[in-house]
């Protein structure tokens, strides 16, 4: 029998904490190890309960979202928690320094219910793979900001040109099968590419991928798609 994914859910609000906790428990496969009502309270628990998914709000007394994901996910004993940002509006200001301190995606919180399900399951399983909709919103945050005046940096000294036009891409928003379709290459190939990005990026998962094609300088929100 498989074991539950253990979650633990952050909010500052009584009554979306029991509403979270109740969705949550009441689906299969997935348990809550805890509730917290501030970042600081968060990082504690984490640290006690080693929980797979933390689903985090953001704007918390005490320490805000971002400072308690930036703290779970530098620690070596919590590092392997995935964090999903849970959000009241869309492209939250805090978002982006959220997903750059380690955070494995973003909600709204008037998502449905079986879509938030089904996002604290990918993103327990540690495969990097999320909803292309959470890639396609980021970009629409780079899309905000000013386009890299520097060229291509030396972070991504190492990857081959193949995995540079994945991970283009990938910041473009595209699905595994999608790029696969793109390049004319098999789905296992292009997991392959993801998995070797992953590791010579130091990314935690595909939303740390975005990030580093933006930042690197290689992709723009400038550029075509």
Avoid: W
Wanted: glycine share 6%; charged share 25%.
């Amino acid at each position: 029998m498989t074991e539950a994914v253990r979650v633990l859910v952050v909010d500052d609000q009584a009554l979306l904490r029991g509403s979270f906790r109740v969705l949550v428990d009441t689906a299969p496969g997935l348990t809550v190890v805890g509730e917290a009502a501030t970042g600081r309270e968060a990082v504690e628990l984490t640290r006690r309960e080693r929980p797979d998914v933390v689903l985090m709000d953001i704007r918390m007394p005490e320490l805000d979202g971002v400072e308690a994901t930036r703290q779970i996910c530098a620690e070596p004993e919590t590092a392997h928690v995935r964090v999903l940002i849970l959000t009241m509006f869309d492209l939250d200001a805090y978002v982006y320094a959220a997903l750059r301190a380690g955070a494995s995606g973003f909600l709204l919180k008037d998502t449905p219910p079986a879509d938030l399900l089904a996002a604290i399951r990918v993103i327990a399983a540690g495969d990097g793979l999320l909803a292309p909709g959470v890639t396609r919103r980021l970009i629409a945050e780079f899309a905000r900001r000013p386009a890299p005046n520097r060229p291509i940096t030396a972070d991504l000294a190492g990857v081959t040109e193949r995995e540079r036009e994945v991970l283009v891409l990938i910041a473009r928003g595209l699905s595994n099968s999608e790029i696969a379709v793109h390049l004319h290459l098999g789905v296992g190939t292009v997991k392959t590419h993801v998995s070797r990005l992953l590791a010579k990026l130091a990314a935690r998962d595909r939303a740390q991928l975005v990030v580093a094609a933006y930042e690197s300088g290689l992709v723009t929100a400038s550029q075509p798609r």
